[in-house]
């Protein structure tokens, strides 16, 4: 019998040969990650366990990103604790508040690999699956059973695949194609199931595109989202790699609960309408939506690429009265590079704010909260009631380039016609 | 006084069921004042002990958060009784020995304020207003263990124990 990647994956981390959907297997795991909201909940049931030593220290990676810096004292009490924590247990990959979001920093420091066993306690760890691993998001207490064991109860997931044929045309990117994925299948269409991106299509998606579309494969209820590795991935892992890896691939006769094949040469700039994620329309069907504050940023969408597209249509142009543009690059890496090609210097000429490296506006709890009445159009991933601020508030998600061009004239526009 | 249902939606999310600005707190009691928030602010306030969430497909769906289900049991919740769960979500719940029952056709079946009482052994949800009754699936062998013993830290360190 034919396995899938995933099934390959979780079959050689419980050391056995073959593995079938719903199986129940104990793997080992590769990298560990938890970041300064699940962080303290993690030390807090280590240290309730009595549990003395962490598995392995050099698996672990601690990194601050949703409050950076520290915004609240409550925020600095987690942060403190959370450091002595890693000085303890001499955890070498610890990020302090300085490195940007876990899963942009993750894979810049080559730590998603193929054919890995990643786990992580924030939703959004499936990014990683871009990369060809086996990534997937899980609690702070089974964590714990994590750190103190090295390893986790999973339930092998069905498969499914998603072909992409063709390539994306212009101002039209794998933000787009991923919201319209989701639109169709459903906010559970994916439920606990391994989604594969294949095709020739994902040939011309960049390897920051394949990490937004696998970021939100969570939206969909997907356990893991997996592009096979290809030149594109070996290329971006080569001076980065961690360590080696072996990549695998699904067998020619592998099992696949359901297949659906998206053609992208056609397809329009897609927007998630308040409060669905899967409440997926053309930009058209919402254009002249007025807005309050467009926020270019989270893991999702404020990796390097997507800066360039929305400074492309900043650029020499002023952001609308009234409107806040916010800007928040996901990563100290991606800052730097952006300064270096006098992006920055775009976006603050074009009236837009521009903040350190961290999670920000996309939950609500950091800087550019939104108020009661107030509309975001925003490139992150979740647009839930009350997410970025008062539940009285509307969240529109879209590509970085809607936003830019919404930026521009104060209303949702369509990034082509700018 | 008999356990009441409370009933929501579809897709709650775990920003309705504990929003992102409250991730700092680690004081279960704190984050229960703030459960339900943006689903209904009166929530926190009126639930009662033994209470029960009834809601329809993907319930908890979105972020990893622990707290989510950490703030309904806090708030006295004891059990979530949903169509389907989102899986970080089922996974957290049972981690921490609050029951998530998945029980197709449960979200018709009530109001809000309905009595209700959950039989765990004979897997029956009663609507004591309605006088229906309802089937829930049987956890799985593996995740009733980790429910009974009080939670995955407790099964843990029986487990631990035992070497």
């Known amino acids: ?418 | 006084m008999m356990p009441r249902a409370w009933v929501f939606g579809e897709d709650v999310d775990t920003d309705q069921i504990i929003a992102g600005r409250y991730l700092v707190k680690l004081d279960p009691h704190e984050l229960a004042k703030h459960a339900m928030e943006a689903a209904d602010p009166t929530f926190a306030s009126k639930v009662r002990k033994g209470d029960v969430i009834i809601a329809g497909r993907n319930f908890g769906c979105g972020s990893s958060r622990e707290r989510a289900p950490l703030a309904l049991k806090a708030a006295g919740v004891s059990a979530v009784v949903a169509e389907s769960f989102a899986r970080i979500y089922y996974r957290n719940a049972t981690n921490l020995a609050l029951p998530a029952l998945i029980s197709p056709g449960i979200h018709k079946g009530f109001k809000t304020g309905d009595e209700v009482k959950v039989d765990m052994r004979s897997g029956e949800i009663h609507n004591l207003s309605s006088g229906k009754t309802f089937k829930f699936e049987p956890l799985p062998e593996f995740l009733a263990k980790i429910v009974s013993a009080g939670g995955l830290l407790r099964y843990m360190a029986k487990q631990l124990q035992k070497r």
């Open chain 1, 1 to 418: 019998m034919g396995m899938t990647i995933a099934e390959k994956i979780l079959a050689r981390a419980s050391g056995r040969k073959q593995v079938a959907p719903g199986e129940i297997v104990e793997a080992a795991i590769d990298v560990a990650m938890t970041h300064d909201i699940e962080g303290p909940m993690v030390v807090q049931g280590f240290r309730e366990l009595g549990a003395k030593k962490v598995w392995d220290p050099s698996k672990i990676v601690i990194i601050f990103d949703h409050n950076v810096p520290a915004n609240s004292i409550d925020a600095a009490v987690n942060h403190i604790m959370l450091r002595e924590f890693a000085g303890e247990h001499k955890i070498p990959n610890f990020y302090d508040v300085f490195e940007g979001v876990c899963h942009v920093v993750l894979p810049e420091k080559g730590f998603a690999l193929p054919g890995r066993l990643i786990v992580g306690t924030d939703s959004h760890t499936v990014t990683y699956g871009a990369f060809g691993c086996f990534s997937t998001g899980i609690g702070s207490t089974d964590m714990v059973a994590v750190f103190v064991t090295g390893k986790l109860w999973f339930r092998v997931p069905e498969s499914a695949r998603m072909k992409i044929e063709g390539e994306l045309p212009r101002r039209v990117s794998s933000k787009d194609l991923i919201l319209k994925i989701i639109g169709d299948v459903g906010a559970d269409g994916e439920t606990y199931r391994s989604v594969e991106l294949v095709g020739p299509g994902m040939s011309h998606i960049s390897m920051e595109g394949r990490m937004t579309m696998c970021n939100m494969g969570v939206e969909m209820g997907a356990k893991a989202t997996i592009v096979p590795p290809d030149d594109l991935t070996m290329r971006y892992l080569k001076g980065r790699a961690k360590g080696a890896f072996k990549p695998v691939y699904s067998d020619s006769d592998a099992t696949y609960v359901e297949e659906h094949t998206y053609y992208v040469k056609n397809l329009d700039p897609q927007v998630a309408c308040p409060h669905r994620v899967d409440d997926v329309h053309p930009v058209s069907d919402v254009e002249g939506v007025e807005i309050d504050q467009a926020f270019l940023g989270s893991c999702t969408n404020a990796r390097l690429e997507d800066l360039i597209e929305a400074a492309r249509i900043l650029k020499g142009r002023k952001v609308s009265k009234g409107v806040r543009m916010l800007v928040v690059p996901a990563s100290r890496e991606i800052y730097l590079e952006a300064m270096n090609q006098g992006i920055l210097s775009i976006f603050a000429k074009a009236g837009a704010l521009i903040e350190s490296p961290g999670c920000a506006a996309c939950l609500g709890g950091h800087v550019g909260v939104i108020g009661p009445g107030e509309v975001c159009i925003s490139a992150s991933n979740r647009n839930f009631r009350g997410r970025q601020g008062s539940p009285e508030a509307k969240i529109y998600l879209a590509s970085p380039a809607t936003v830019a061009a919404s930026s521009l004239k104060g209303k949702i526009t369509d990034p082509r016609d700018v």
